[in-house]
C-alpha cells in the first residue's frame, strides 16, 4: 500500500472504476491560511467541520490527478457508470455558507 494524495485537507472515500484502472474520492484542500489553520484546529479537537467536498479523480497508480467537481456543494459518494468514463453522484447543497 502507498499514499497517493498529499495535500493537506480531507481526503476520504476512494472509488475505483469496475475494471480497476481509476480511483474517484472525495475531498477538501484549504486554499487560505485561515482555511488551513480552521482544517488543523478541527484534527487537534477531533471534529470536522461542514464544508464543501469535491470529487477527484485519478489513474488507478496515481497519475493524472484532477479535480471533477467544483460546485460549493458536498458531492458525495460516486457509483460509476458500466462504461467506466461516467460518475453519477448525490450532491447536498449547503447554505449559509462560504467555500
Known amino acids: 500500500m502507498r499514499r497517493l494524495t498529499d495535500k493537506v485537507g480531507y481526503d476520504g472515500g476512494p472509488w475505483s472504476s469496475l475494471d ?32 464543501p467536498l469535491d470529487l477527484w479523480g485519478m489513474d488507478a497508480e496515481g497519475s493524472n490527478k484532477r479535480r471533477l467537481t467544483d460546485n460549493g456543494a458536498i458531492s458525495w459518494a460516486p457509483s ?20
Do not use: C
Open 20 to 51: 480497476g484502472k481509476k480511483i474517484v474520492w472525495r475531498a477538501w484542500y484549504p486554499q487560505t491560511n485561515e482555511k488551513k489553520a480552521q482544517w488543523r484546529d478541527s484534527m487537534e479537537n477531533n471534529y470536522i467541520r461542514a464544508t
Open 80 to 99: 460509476w457508470h458500466p462504461d467506466g468514463e461516467e460518475l453519477l453522484f448525490p450532491v447536498i447543497w449547503m447554505t449559509g455558507t462560504k467555500s
